[in-house]
């Protein structure tokens, strides 16, 4: 349990540490730049409370019907946490659209630093969506205790394309703010298209047999 715990852990920092990262690069494109990344960031965070929760909700069911011996079940539950996270995710994008002229008025009252966030919310909002199913194959990965798939397949995402996509679009390419997001948003992409074949391969029979021997090895401990 605690080595899970620990890749569970690594999964979760891998992310955040990715969006720290971006807010230095955004830093280094000016003050303006730096308090629109902040704040842009600040409302990705609270929009992905929603999906996060869908996230946790199906990793703690799925481990408990893995455990219970009920693959069909589990396999059931994923399916509906991912059509929950992809309508929901759509509704959210939609409404980060449809007020996008009055999220900046929320969080500033600075017009340079608005007008950024204005001309960037398209692309956190398609991020959003993409983020949100992401997110709920991160927690059908967690039910299925395969933390260490998950950690590798977003470190390998964040690290290895997304921040180097965000460094030649912003800087390179002259894109600024909307090349972070452009980059990052490249590799969520790549996150959740990866997380969701492996979900898809997953032998859920086997997964009920290791939730045994997990546990067999918890009560003889």
Request: negative net charge; proline residues 2%; contains cysteine.
């Amino acid at each position: 349990m605690a080595r899970i715990a620990l890749q569970a852990c690594l999964m979760v920092e891998v992310e955040c540490i990715g969006f720290e990262v971006l807010t230095v690069l955004a830093g280094l494109e000016g003050t303006t730049e730096l308090c629109a990344q902040t704040l842009l960031v600040t409302l990705c965070g609270f929009i992905f409370k929603v999906p996060f929760s869908i996230g946790i909700a199906a990793s703690t069911q799925i481990a408990d019907l893995l455990g219970s011996g009920s693959p069909s079940e589990a396999k059931y539950v994923a399916r509906l946490g991912l059509v929950l996270a992809g309508g929901i995710g759509s509704v959210i994008l939609l409404l980060v659209l449809f007020f996008r002229k009055q999220i900046p008025a929320i969080f500033t009252s600075e017009e340079e630093v608005a007008g950024l966030m204005l001309i960037t919310i398209p692309l956190v909002a398609v991020f959003t969506l993409i983020d949100a199913i992401a997110g709920v194959f991160t927690g059908i990965i967690r039910g299925t205790g395969k933390h260490y798939i998950g950690a590798l397949i977003q470190a390998v995402g964040y690290y290895a394309i997304g921040l180097p996509c965000s460094i030649v679009t912003a800087f390179t390419l002259g894109w600024h703010l909307d090349g972070l997001w452009a980059g990052i948003s490249i590799a969520m992409f790549i996150i959740c298209v990866s997380q969701g074949f492996y979900v898809f391969i997953l032998d859920w029979d086997k997964l009920v047999e290791e939730a045994k021997s997990r546990n067999a090895l918890d009560s003889e401990s």
